[in-house]
């Protein structure tokens, strides 16, 4: 594993970049739940949902690699 110019190996910035961006989409979701209930459409707003979820579980994965991957290393990056 290569340490890049963060300090962090390939692997923990891949998972640091995949917990983001589930974060930021489950954020946006909930504006695609809301607009999908305004448009009478609760089956689309469910399916939002069900993303959001997904979204938030891949985050929960994410976070509990880095903190097995950082507790191997002392709690050191890279």
Do not use: W
Not at 50 to 58: A, F, H, L, N, P
Request: proline share 1%; aromatic share 10%.
């Amino acid at each position: 594993m290569a340490t890049g110019e963060t300090g962090f190996t390939d692997v923990e910035f891949d998972l640091i970049s995949v917990q983001y961006h589930s974060l930021k989409a489950g954020h946006d979701y909930g504006q695609y739940v809301r607009d999908a209930e305004n448009a009478g459409r609760d089956d689309i707003a469910s399916f939002f949902r069900e993303v959001m979820q997904q979204d938030s579980e891949r985050a929960h994965r994410c976070h509990q690699y880095l903190g097995e991957i950082m507790s191997a290393k002392g709690g050191q990056p890279g």
